[in-house]
């Protein structure tokens, strides 16, 4: 007979992570550090709108402030590299959470006629489609703008204005981008609902307060990261001066009339 020295106990992140509300819990906390990474995310993009300013983008100024924060302490993008390991970490916790939350769901449901998804929105219904679909649209924008291995523009370091610029002269990164951010909405909406509930915030008095500050935070985020590739595209937001992009389309014109 086994003594409880011989037990192995489990710790108590164990035995949150195998019940089904320590999923939850989990599933709402990732997700949570996702949305407070896509708020500052859309702030640093919206440093695009300063321009090409005195021939040194905002927004480039602000990619290097990111690249040497905490220097010398930290290397050279050593911070942003600990911001995508926890990046990574939250959605990795987050998906399989989902994933196996959605399948005890489905091993509790009973099954024949009786078995109906009632007041289900489509939000609702389309997670399952639009959690991987979200993925790969995220792998697509690591290799685009972070690795630039995506360098059909082409791509240069550190010109982060000179980047979205030569892309959102593309319709179909225009319209890869939208997409993108109308799945992000739609993905977000459903999932702070959720998260609300999970964490005992959606009772009778609260549910449309929570129901509208939800919708508001989704419709923030998709106006805010839709609103550059858009300036771009419509010649909103100029092309700059001196760049590899502008030599490019120099050398294309010049080209076009002889």
Known sequence: MATGSNIRRRTWLGEAWDSTLGKKLF?????????????????????A????????????RYGEWLREFGTPLLPHAGFLWFVRGILLIAIAVHVTAVVQLARRNRAARPTGHGAKRIGRSWAARS????????????????????????????????????NLYGAFQKWYFVLIYLVGVFLIGTHLRHGLWSMLQTLGLDDHRR???????A?????????????IPILFWTGALP??????????????????RI
């Open 239 to 256: 092309e700059p001066a001196g760049s590899a992009h502008a030599t490019v389309h120099a050398l294309s014109a010049l080209t076009a």
């Open 215 to 227: 919708t508001v935070v989704a419709g923030v985020l998709v106006a805010g990261f839709a609103l």
């Open 27 to 47: 599933a709402a906390g990732s997700a949570a550090v996702l949305v407070a990474y896509l708020l500052l995310h859309m702030l640093g993009n919206l440093t």
């Open 207 to 213: 549910r449309e307060r929570a129901k509208a500050g």
């Open 49 to 60: 709108l300063g321009g090409v300013g005195d021939g040194s983008p905002q927004i480039d």
């Open 127 to 162: 997670m399952i489609v639009t959690g991987p679909l979200l993925i790969g649209f995220i792998v697509f924008h690591i290799l685009h703008f972070t690795t630039l291995t995506v360098d059909v523009t082409p791509l240069r370091h550190g010109e982060v204005y000179a």
